[in-house]
Nanobody
Framework: QVQLVESGGGLVQAGGSLTLSCVAS????????TGWFRQAPGKEREFVAA????????NYAASVSGRFTVSRDNAKNTVYLQMNSLKPEDTATYYC?????????????????WGQGTQVTVSS
């Protein structure tokens, strides 16, 4: 089992920035890709970004490309999501997820492990 814990959420004004962290523990995290997803009230969970194990390959949803940056520090078993130029429509609970196959998938069901989420609220 891999346990994932997100942190770094909070309340920020539009145009502001936040950095989310996802720390993994448990069995080895080696080779896993990690994705970030978000879910706003009344909406389905959606893909935000993903990063491969090496950190050199990334994928972003069109809605966040150019504003969000995903990175990782494997020595710390941590994946980050730097969010800049935040908009009210970015308000959601953000989840990280790990895929043991190392695929940068946008599909929720390809991920094996999920964190509990961290709330991000962007005020206008």
């Amino acid at each position: 089992q891999v346990q994932l814990v997100e942190s770094g959420g909070g309340l920020v004004q539009a145009g502001g920035s936040l950095t989310l962290s996802c720390v993994a523990s448990g069995r080895t995290f080696n080779g896993y890709s990690t994705g970030w997803f978000r879910q706003a009230p009344g909406k389905e969970r959606e893909f935000v970004a993903a990063i491969g194990w090496s950190g050199t390959v990334t994928n972003y949803a069109a809605s966040v490309s150019g504003r969000f940056t995903v990175s990782r520090d494997n020595a710390k078993n941590t994946v980050y999501l730097q969010m800049n130029s935040l908009k009210p429509e970015d308000t959601a609970t953000y989840y990280c997820a790990a895929d043991s196959d190392g695929v940068l998938s946008v599909a929720l069901d390809t991920y094996d492990y999920w964190g509990q989420g961290t709330q991000v609220t962007v005020s206008s």
